[in-house]
C-alpha cells in the first residue's frame, strides 16, 4: 500500500533477553483509525514503545516510506510519531500551560504554538480556566485529554495512543473515543489506538489487528471483526 | 542585640556560599538522582584554573568568566564520559563513582599544585560600613549579592526558556520527555554543566577565606549537604533556604551556645540534617511523591 502513514515489517522487540514481539506486518493508512487489540501481555503496549523508540526493536518501521529505525525517540517524535503512554501520559508536575508547551517543543515557530494552544483551549474550555494547575491535580479523563493535546500541539503524522481508557468511567471513555472519532475526521488524523476494550474500539476504527503472544492472530475491518464470534467470545463477552 | 544580629549577618553570608554549592548539588540530584558529594573538589579544580590563569596574568575577573565557562563544560564531559554509560544503575553503583570523582579530581589538584595553601584574591572590595553598630562588609554583601543573581538567572531560565522547561521535563521524566522531542541526555548534561559553574562560583566566594587547597571544599560541602536535606532535595528554592538557615544557625550556635563554640560548631549542619529528617524526611520544600489515579 503506496498511501500509508505506517508500515511495520517483521517487528520484533522485547526486554533483555524476553521477546515480546516475534516479527509483527501492519500498516496505518493516511486518514484512519486502526486498532491494535489484545489481551494482557499480547505485546501491544511494547509495539507501541518500539515504534516511538523507547525500547530498542529490529525489523522495519517506515513513516511515510521512509525508513525510521535508526531514528532515537527525539527524533522519531520531532519527525511526527506521537506517542501518548499509558497510564498518566501527562507530565504530572508541570502545569497545564507546560504540558502543551512541552507537546509544542519540536515547533520553533511561536504563532504556529499560540495557534494550536488556542485551538485546544477552545476545544477544552476547562483546559484554559486550568492553566496554572498542575497536571497531576486534574483527573484521569482529563488528563487523558491533556496528554492527547499535548500529543498534538506539533501537527504529527500520527497519534499513537496506549490504552487511553484505562481507569476511566465509561461515560468518559465514550467522550473520549468521541474525541479520537472527531479528530480523525476533521484533520484527517491517522490514528494506532491500543485498547483491551474491543467494544468501544471497533466502534470508531476502521480497520483492526489482533495481537496474540507477539503475534498478529487476526485482522480485518471493524465489521469483520466485531462479527467474528472468536472475537465476540474472547473480547466482547458476547 | 547587636551581636546577635552581627552573627545572622555572618551567617547569612556563609550561609549564601553553602546554599549556592547546594544548589548544584539539588541540580545534579533532580536531573540525574545522583548525591554527586564530589561536586565540592570540583569546584576547587575550577578554582585552581582560575588561580592559575591569574598567575599567567590574564585579568582576575575575566580569569572567573573563563572558569565559569570551562566549569560548565567540565561538568558536562563529567556526566557524558562517566554517568552517562552507567545512567539507570544502583545506588551503591553511584556512590562508588561520585567516590572516585571525590578522590579523582582531589588528586589532580594536589598533584598539579600541591597541598601548600594559596592565597586566592577578594572578588570584592575591602570596604566595610557600620550601620547602627552592625559591620556590614562588601564581601558580605557581595557574596549576598552574587546567591541573589544566580537564583534569579536560574529561576528564570527554568521558568521563562525553552530550554529551561525542556531541562526540568528531563530531569522529572526521564521516560516521557522524549516522546516530545526533547534529547533527554543531552539536557541531562547541561544540567551537570550548570551545576559545575554554580559549584565553582560557590568555590571562588569562599576561596578568599579558607585558602585554595585541594582538600578547601570539603567541609563546605557537609553543610551543603545539610543544605540541600533541610530545603528539599527536589526543592532549588529549598536549598537555598537551606544554605540560609545552616549558615545562620551555624554563626548564632557558634557564638550563643557555650558549650559549642568554635570548635563544635561544625556538628549544627549534622544536628539540622539529623532533625529534619526525623521530623520531615523530605525536607521543608521537598515532595513527596502524590499519585493520583
Given amino acids: ?238 | 542585640m547587636q551581636l546577635f544580629v552581627q552573627q545572622i549577618v555572618e551567617g547569612l553570608a556563609s550561609g549564601a556560599i553553602y546554599a549556592s554549592l547546594a544548589l548544584a548539588l539539588v541540580l545534579i540530584y533532580r536531573a540525574t538522582r545522583i548525591v554527586n558529594f564530589a561536586q565540592g573538589e570540583m569546584a576547587t579544580l575550577s578554582v585552581y584554573f582560575a588561580w592559575q590563569l591569574n598567575q599567567w596574568g590574564v585579568p582576575f575577573a575575566l580569569s572567573l568568566i573563563i572558569v565559569a565557562a570551562i566549569s560548565f563544560v567540565m561538568g558536562a564531559l563529567v556526566f557524558r564520559l562517566m554517568i552517562r554509560p552507567v545512567l539507570g544503575a544502583s545506588d551503591h553503583t553511584m556512590v562508588v563513582i561520585c567516590i572516585g570523582f571525590f578522590i579523582g579530581f582531589e588528586a589532580i589538584a594536589l598533584w598539579f599544585w600541591g597541598a601548600d595553601p594559596r592565597a586566592f584574591p577578594r572578588l570584592f572590595p575591602d570596604a566595610v560600613w557600620t550601620i547602627g553598630g552592625v559591620r556590614l562588609s562588601a564581601n558580605n554583601l557581595g557574596i549576598l549579592a552574587t546567591l541573589c543573581v544566580l537564583t534569579a538567572g536560574l529561576s528564570a531560565l527554568f521558568r521563562f526558556t525553552r530550554i529551561g522547561l525542556a531541562m526540568r521535563a528531563s530531569a522529572a521524566e526521564r521516560e516521557k520527555s522524549p516522546l516530545v522531542g526533547i534529547p533527554v541526555e543531552t539536557m541531562l548534561m547541561l544540567g551537570w554543566g550548570l551545576a559545575a559553574t554554580v559549584g565553582f562560583v560557590a568555590a571562588a566566594l569562599i576561596a578568599p577565606a579558607l585558602f585554595l587547597s585541594p582538600p578547601m571544599m570539603v567541609s563546605v560541602v557537609i553543610y551543603a549537604l545539610a543544605a540541600a536535606t533541610l530545603g528539599g532535595w527536589d526543592s532549588p528554592t529549598g536549598s537555598i533556604v537551606g544554605g540560609l538557615v545552616v549558615g545562620v544557625a551555624e554563626s548564632l550556635c557558634a557564638t550563643f551556645v557555650g558549650f559549642i563554640g568554635t570548635d563544635l560548631k561544625v556538628g549544627v549542619p549534622f544536628a539540622l540534617m539529623a532533625v529534619i529528617l526525623l521530623l520531615r524526611p523530605q525536607g521543608l520544600f521537598g515532595t513527596t511523591a502524590v499519585i493520583r489515579v
Fill in chain 1, 1 to 238: 500500500m503506496t498511501d500509508a502513514v505506517l508500515q511495520v515489517r517483521g517487528l520484533r522487540a522485547g526486554y533483555g533477553s524476553i521477546r515480546v514481539l516475534h516479527g509483527i506486518d501492519f500498516d496505518v493508512e493516511d486518514g484512519a483509525i486502526i486498532a491494535l487489540l489484545g489481551a494482557n501481555g499480547a505485546g501491544k503496549t511494547t509495539t507501541l514503545r518500539a515504534l516511538s523508540g523507547m525500547i530498542p526493536a529490529r525489523g522495519v518501521v517506515k513513516l511515510d516510506g521512509k525508513d525510521i529505525g535508526s531514528a532515537s525517540a527525539a527524533e522519531r517524535a520531532s519527525r511526527g510519531i506521537a506517542h501518548v503512554p499509558q497510564g498518566r501520559g501527562t507530565f504530572m508536575d508541570f502545569s497545564v500551560e507546560e504540558n502543551l508547551a512541552l507537546g509544542a517543543y519540536t515547533v520553533r515557530d511561536k504563532a504556529a504554538i499560540r495557534t494550536a494552544l488556542d485551538y485546544w483551549y477552545g476545544v477544552f474550555p476547562w483546559l484554559a480556566a486550568r492553566r496554572n494547575q498542575p497536571a497531576g491535580s486534574l483527573s484521569g479523563g482529563e488528563q487523558q485529554m491533556l496528554a492527547i493535546a499535548r500529543a498534538l500541539m506539533t501537527q504529527p503524522r500520527i497519534l499513537m495512543c496506549d490504552e487511553p481508557s484505562l481507569g476511566l468511567s465509561p461515560t468518559i471513555t465514550q467522550d473520549l473515543f468521541a474525541l479520537l472519532a472527531r479528530l480523525n475526521k476533521e484533520r484527517g488524523m491517522a490514528i494506532l489506538l491500543v485498547e483491551q476494550n474491543a467494544r468501544f474500539t471497533l466502534s470508531i476504527a476502521h480497520r483492526a489487528y489482533v495481537l496474540e503472544s507477539g503475534e498478529i492472530e487476526l485482522q480485518g475491518s471493524a465489521a469483520e471483526l466485531h462479527d467474528n464470534p472468536l472475537i465476540q467470545r474472547a473480547y466482547l463477552g458476547i
